[in-house]
């Protein structure tokens, strides 16, 4: 009778330089929150609430505000 087959061990799977992916897809997610944030002031997006909560608050709270 043959014997059961054994579990593969695991171990995380490295790359060389994902250090540096994970800092630039950093760098354009920040780039990108800014640059739409930016927007948004620029064109005067609709306001409600006043002045202080806009409509775009509750998208970035988690992320800049």
Do not use: D, N
Request: hydrophobic share 35%; aromatic share 6%; proline share 11%.
């Amino acid at each position: 009778m043959p014997s059961p087959p054994t579990k593969p061990t695991r171990s995380p799977v490295t790359k060389a330089g994902a250090g540096t992916a994970v800092g630039w897809m950093s760098v354009a997610a920040v780039i990108t929150i800014l640059v739409t944030r930016g927007y948004l002031l620029a064109t005067g997006y609709p306001q409600v609430g006043g002045e202080i909560f806009h409509i775009h608050t509750p998208c970035g709270v988690g992320c800049c505000s």
